[in-house]
């Protein structure tokens, strides 16, 4: 493969859900991209860090337990502060707590810069195709 | 009798050790001041001299040495990220037994490029970014790097993709310049193998020569390796085993000196309860760290700087202002030894307790209770070491103390400080002899030999 992209992944803060994470991992792998995974319990810093280390091309967090926006907040403001000014950034899984309509969900995290906000739910493909189209991938 | 001579140029002594093959023993140990200025085979011939007068005289039918004379192996690493490729670049640099003078990360600013030439490391370490990863950040710190004057080796173990571009734009500078795989081709994954057999290669060829020491090549089989990487190998093969020769299981040694304390954990260091979540950089089995703020004669001061004068106070017994006086003694003659006075001693043990609680807390692995909505994590960063059950003191400080258990015990598990993941119950042994360094050397070649003459040296105490 000419350029394979690179994704760093993980499920961002006090949140320990392992299943799911692992899952997303192969199922990024076998849509042909090259996958850091963090694993759990993940900080802002980490993903940071080795973005810039492996020169990632977007930045995925997952959040399952509820505390996604106090744990996402700030992200994109420190990826700027590291000089990963452009680096997309993709959030899903569980937000927030609460019956919020998903709309609103959406519409907070995107105002704090992340591009692509998932609901629970959300099959891989369907971020898989979001990826390719972002980052300019055939197929 | 099957002589083999082991020669250890100090900064200070020329060690000397002569083992007997076919008794596997140790027939003597002497030494004599280093001359590297003059002619270092002076001190060498010193030394064995002692040596013969004790034993008499004998015929030897091989000689190995390791070096840390004039100032050991100096290197500066340079990588991406402090916690990740620098990281890893400073592991390698100190598993190859080097002396990390400075580690730098991003990109080299003008400033810090004059300082590295002011440095004038004997070898550079640069690396940055996994493979595929980043690039630019090694490429502009090559170009920097071209431009210091320093004709200095430096080896390149960073992102492969641009691993040749690296290698001309430093070659444009004179400078020679080794290629080997990244020190960490994948995210989190740790290579230092390559990284620490070149650096070893180059000071084989090179360093020693520049250092005035090749007049020895002649006389002896060789000098193997800097001498902090003989005292791993020792560790390293006791722990391991080799051969019918069993190992003695995971250890740490404990190396304390006057201008550094040096702590090897030869130890999975994988966590001891289920249910943690490991953090960090992987550790390697055989981890070497370096404390060079923490030595007993020319790091004294800076010893009671980062540990506090209460503390060495409380170890020694004695009063901050009779502390104080004896370290600025220390540090205008470093050469006095304790023998003579009562104080001195007391002085000494409570700077080497210091040196070594400081040094084992600074080496071990921690752990960190996170509250969670699930309940209780652990995170763990570093080698858990608790399971460790056997702890090596060596060096003058150690081995001439009156009470080694006393200095040893500041290495275990403290109940006050349960994040630190030290040993919790283990025998003490102690390197009576001094031998681990020519173990180390002698294991080069007969690694059962000198697996077993260690088992019979090393004192429990």
Redesign the interface.
């Known amino acids: 493969m000419m350029s394979q992209k690179t994704l760093v992944m993980g499920v961002i803060g006090a949140d320990v859900h392992a299943i799911g994470n692992k899952i997303l991992e192969y199922a990024f792998k076998q849509a042909g991209f090259k996958v850091v995974n963090l694993g759990v319990m993940v900080s802002q810093e980490e993903y940071i860090k080795a973005a810039i280390e492996t020169a990632a091309d977007a930045i995925l967090v997952s959040s399952l337990y509820g505390h996604g926006e106090m744990d996402c907040r700030g992200l994109r403001e420190k990826c700027d502060e590291a000089g990963l000014e452009n680096i997309p950034l993709y959030v899903g899984g569980n937000l927030v707590v609460g019956k919020t309509p998903f709309e609103e969900v959406e519409k907070k995290f995107k105002e704090m810069g992340f591009q692509r906000v998932y609901p629970p739910g959300t099959p891989p493909e369907v971020t898989i195709a979001d990826l390719k189209k972002d980052l300019g991938v055939d197929g | 009798m099957q002589a083999v001579l082991l020669i250890d140029f100090g900064s200070t002594y020329t060690k000397v050790t002569a083992v007997d093959l076919n008794s596997e023993s140790i027939l003597g140990t002497a030494k004599a001041f280093t001359t590297v200025t003059t002619d270092i085979n002076e001190g060498l011939k010193n030394a064995v001299e002692v040596l013969h007068s004790q034993i008499g005289g004998t015929d030897y039918t091989a000689k190995f040495a390791c070096s840390s004379a004039a100032g050991g192996l100096k290197m500066v690493a340079v990588g991406?990220?402090p916690?990740?490729?620098a990281e890893a670049a400073k592991r390698a640099a100190l598993s190859a037994g080097a002396r990390v003078m400075k580690v730098y990360s991003y990109e080299l600013s003008t400033k810090e490029v004059e300082e590295i030439h002011k440095l004038k490391p004997d070898i550079l370490l640069l690396t940055g970014?996994?493979d595929?990863?980043?690039?630019n950040v090694i490429l502009h710190n090559a170009k920097m790097l071209s431009q210091i004057e320093g004709n200095f080796p430096v080896v390149v173990a960073g992102n492969k993709s641009v691993a040749e571009q690296v290698g001309d734009l430093l070659k444009q500078s004179d400078k020679e310049v080794r290629i080997c795989e990244n020190v960490?081709p994948?995210?989190?994954v740790l290579n230092i193998e390559p990284a620490r057999a070149a650096i070893r290669e180059i000071f084989l060829r090179r360093i020693i020569q520049a250092k005035g020491l090749t007049k020895v090549q002649s006389l002896i089989d060789g000098i193997l390796m800097p001498t902090p990487s003989a005292v791993l190998n020792a560790a390293h093969r006791l722990a391991a085993g080799c051969g019918n020769e069993k190992g003695i299981g995971e250890l740490m040694v404990i190396d304390v000196g006057g201008a550094t304390t040096d702590v090897h954990s030869i130890a999975g260091g994988e966590p001891a309860r289920a249910g943690v979540?490991v953090?960090g950089l992987p550790e390697p089995f055989a981890k070497r760290t370096v404390e060079g703020d923490l030595g007993v004669r020319y790091s004294a001061s800076a010893l009671i700087e980062a540990a506090g004068i209460e503390l060495v106070g409380k170890r020694s017994g004695l009063p901050a202002e009779e502390i104080m006086r004896y370290v600025n003694k220390i540090s205008e003659q470093p050469e006095i030894l304790p023998e003579q006075d009562e104080k001195l001693s007391l002085v000494d043990y409570g700077l080497t307790s210091v040196a070594v609680k400081f040094a084992v807390e600074r080496h071990a692995g921690k752990i960190e209770t996170?509250?969670?909505?699930?309940g209780v994590?652990y995170?763990q960063t570093g080698k858990d070491l608790t399971g460790i059950k056997k702890i090596i003191g060596t060096g003058g400080p150690v081995i001439n103390s009156k009470n080694p258990t006393g200095i040893l015990k500041e290495a275990m598990f403290e109940s006050t400080h349960p994040s630190i993941l030290k040993p919790q119950s283990a025998e003490f042994l102690i390197d009576k002899k001094y031998i681990l360094a020519a173990m180390g050397l002698l294991s080069e070649n007969y690694p059962e030999v000198a697996i077993r003459i260690m088992k019979k040296e090393l004192q429990v105490l």
């Open positions: 991406l990220v916690d990740l490729t970014g996994t595929g990863g980043n690039k960490m994948e995210f989190n979540i953090k996170s509250y969670t909505p699930f994590t995170l």
